[in-house]
């Protein structure tokens, strides 16, 4: 429901276009990437992976199950919270390895939350957590990166930006773009693997920035 969703609001607040270099179908249980940068760019990727036929559950702060009526489509749907720096943290990583092992997709954010810079003009990924490239080594599942680019321009800022922002959107209706690359086994080594994840996204982030536009800052890769 969560996708379907996103798939029938998205057009209203902005216009979406998607690229893929997926050239076969995904074996099931198989691990999607993307770039983190506003309030909105969860929708923006559901509805993008929704086109292409992925329906993934997804990680997600915490607090957003304490939302009425959203919190309770994300726990009937099977989506993972994440509670961020608590002893709890961890076992979003457990649930995400049971439900790659059961054969769903699961879209992850590599940053680990939002960047906190207050302008709406996208910027690269920032530095990804290590939790990613452990998942992908104790599950063995493929990676696919995601980069995208125009949610920002939907809701960013702070909370009074991003409400104006969502308010507006469907007069303005920004260019929204994803690009979904092409799947990759990362390194079993954490660091080297996060590493390798953070390439493969910004290179997809750049894809999707090229496609509507937008200016491309050299970020600094590790």
């Known amino acids: 429901m969560l996708t379907r969703a996103a798939s029938v609001l998205v057009p209203l607040f902005g216009r979406l276009t998607v690229t893929s270099e997926l050239r076969m179908r995904l074996s099931a249980g198989t691990i999607f990437v993307a770039n983190h940068d506003s309030p909105a760019d969860p929708a923006v990727v559901l509805s993008a992976l929704r086109s292409l ?6 990680m997600a702060a915490a607090g957003l ?45 590599g940053e680990g939350g939002l960047p906190g810079r ?25 990676v696919v990166p995601v980069g995208h680019v125009g949610a920002r321009r939907i809701s960013s800022g702070s909370t009074a930006k991003q409400l104006a922002g969502v308010l507006t959107a469907p007069v303005r209706r920004p260019r929204c773009h994803v690009h979904v690359g092409a799947p990759l086994r990362l390194p079993t080594e954490a660091h080297t693997g996060t ?28």
Do not use: K
């Not at 036929?53 to 997804?58: A, D, F, L, S």
């Not at 994300?74 to 390895?97: C, F, K, M, Q, T």
């Not at 207050?118 to 493929?142: K, N, V």
């Open 53 to 58: 036929g992925v329906e993934p559950v997804v």
């Open 65 to 109: 199950w304490r939302v009425p009526v959203l919190g309770r489509a994300l726990a009937r749907e099977g989506h993972i919270p994440v509670h961020r720096r608590s002893a709890r943290a961890a076992h979003a990583l457990d649930a995400a390895a049971e439900a790659l092992a059961g054969g769903r997709h699961v879209l992850l954010y």
């Open 118 to 142: 207050r302008d709406a003009t996208p910027g690269p990924p920032e530095a990804f957590r290590t939790g990613l490239a452990r998942l992908a080594q104790t599950s063995g599942a493929l």
């Open 195 to 222: 590493a390798a994840a953070r390439r493969a996204v910004t290179v997809a982030w750049r894809t999707a920035a090229r496609a509507v536009g937008e200016r491309e800052p050299q970020p600094h890769l590790v």
